[in-house]
T-cell receptor, first 111, second 111 residues
Framework: RKEVEQDPGPFNVPEGATVAFNCTYS??????FFWYRQDCRKEPKLLMS???SGNEDGRFTAQLNRASQYISLLIRDSKLSDSATYLC????????????FGPGTRLSVLP | NAGVTQTPKFRILKIGQSMTLQCTQD?????MYWYRQDPGMGLKLIYY???????DKGEVPNGYNVSRSTTEDFPLRLELAAPSQTSVYFC??????????FGEGSWLTVV
């Protein structure tokens, strides 16, 4: 089993759609969790951290279920500018040395 | 507002040549990382450092070397370049359990 797995994608959705990405991780002792966004030929950039209580930032909602070792990202009212690859990132170490990146899920928002 | 700065942005190397990718961060982060990303693939950790004077191998260290003489700098050395090292290289830094920040990437082609 891979350490961090994501929906394989790609996801092609119309503008205004709601889209959900799923991620599972293998290490139950993992400490922190993030969603990153990577545009074509650019570096990954933090979209949002993920907390056990769930958190929301505008159109984006992230959820963490530690018991199921599952992370989700929901994007509401998709915009063309949301087209990118979304990376699930899990810090599996106690000392910041083990950020594990999922393979990413590519999203294309279509006009 | 520099963050993580890496140079050069683009480089073409001939097989067997050597070069150093420079990376510096101004966020006083203890942890620094070098990743490579092949086209359409996920990030793979080459080397990481948990502080000045301390480095360790990641998933794909063969053909690379690093040093960490200061908190700010973490250069990556490619010895005897091979076509398999054609990739995009990202330097990154983080605090112990905090967000990981990336440089803009260095595109390397070995011909």
């Amino acid at each position: 089993r891979k350490e961090v797995e994501q929906d394989p994608g790609p996801f092609n959705v119309p503008e205004g759609a709601t889209v959900a990405f799923n991620c599972t991780y293998s290490n139950s002792a993992s400490q922190s969790f993030f969603w990153y966004r990577q545009d074509c030929r650019k570096e990954p950039k933090l979209l949002m951290s993920v907390y056990s209580s769930g958190n929301e930032d505008g159109r984006f909602t992230a959820q963490l279920n530690r018991a199921s070792q599952y992370i989700s990202l929901l994007i509401r009212d998709s915009k063309l500018s949301d087209s990118a690859t979304y990376l699930c990132v899990v810090n599996m170490g106690n000392y910041g040395q083990n950020f594990v990146f999922g393979p990413g899920t590519r999203l294309s928002v279509l006009p | 507002n520099a963050g993580v700065t890496q140079t050069p942005k683009f480089r073409i190397l001939k097989i067997g040549q050597s070069m150093t990718l420079q990376c510096t961060q101004d966020m006083n982060h203890n942890y620094m990382y070098w990743y490579r990303q092949d086209p359409g693939m996920g990030l793979k950790l080459i080397y990481y450092s948990v502080g000045a004077g301390i480095t360790d191998k990641g998933e794909v260290p063969n053909g690379y070397n690093v040093s960490r003489s200061t908190t700010e700098d973490f250069p990556l050395r490619l010895e005897l370049a091979a076509p398999s090292q054609t990739s995009v290289y990202f330097c990154a830094s983080s605090s112990r359990l905090g967000t990981i920040y990336f440089g803009e990437g260095s595109w390397l082609t070995v011909v």
